[in-house]
Nanobody
Framework: QVQLVESGGGLVQAGGSLRLSCAPS????????MGWFRQAPGKEREFVAR????????HYADSVEGRFTITRDNAENTVYLQMDNLKPKDTAVYYC?????????????????WGQGTQVTVSS
């Protein structure tokens, strides 16, 4: 079993930045691809970004491409989501997710483990 713990959410003004962190435990971190998703009130959970096991490959939703950066530090067992130029439409609960597979997927139900989520609120 893998437990994921997110941190770093908060309130920020439009144009500002936040960095989210996620620290998995219970399984070798380097054997997991990692992703970030978000869910706004009344909306479905949507894909934000994914990073491969080694960190060599990343994939982003069109809505965040060029503004968000996903990275990982396998020595520190941590994955990050750097969010720059935040917009009010980025307001959501952000979830860290882990995938035991290697095929790139943006579908929430294909991820095996989930964190509890962290709130990000962007004011205009």
């Amino acid at each position: 079993q893998v437990q994921l713990v997110e941190s770093g959410g908060g309130l920020v003004q439009a144009g500002g930045s936040l960095r989210l962190s996620c620290a998995p435990s219970g399984r070798t971190f380097s054997n997991l691809a990692m992703g970030w998703f978000r869910q706004a009130p009344g909306k479905e959970r949507e894909f934000v970004a994914r990073i491969s096991r080694s960190g060599a490959r990343t994939h982003y939703a069109d809505s965040v491409e060029g503004r968000f950066t996903i990275t990982r530090d396998n020595a520190e067992n941590t994955v990050y989501l750097q969010m720059d130029n935040l917009k009010p439409k980025d307001t959501a609960v952000y979830y860290c997710a882990a995938d035991r597979g290697v095929i790139i997927t943006t579908l929430p139900n294909e991820y095996d483990y989930w964190g509890q989520g962290t709130q990000v609120t962007v004011s205009s």
